[in-house]
């Protein structure tokens, strides 16, 4: 039973890191998408290509906040 419990942990963590990695990656992909776009249509792109950036800055702000976290020892 306990074996279970584990294994269900295990995979747990494998999809929230997969959940986290697709996240990244589409966070990238509408960055890079906007800076292709940009030339075609300066402002509006500029703009998605902005929100893009911050969406990438809090992602990565969200898991160094985690990995400090885990670092902490409990008392």
Do not use: F
């Not at 584990?6 to 986290?20: E, F």
């Not at 990244?24 to 292709?36: G, Y």
């Amino acid at each position: 039973m306990s074996e279970d419990r584990i294994d269900l942990a295990y995979v747990g963590r494998a999809l929230q890191r997969l959940t986290d990695e697709v996240a990244s990656l589409r966070d990238d992909m509408q960055v890079l998408t906007a800076i292709v776009q940009r030339p075609d249509n300066s402002h509006s792109r500029l703009l998605a290509e902005i929100r893009a950036t911050h969406s990438q800055v809090s992602r990565l702000s969200d898991r160094v906040r985690r990995l400090e976290a885990a670092e902490e020892p409990e008392s």
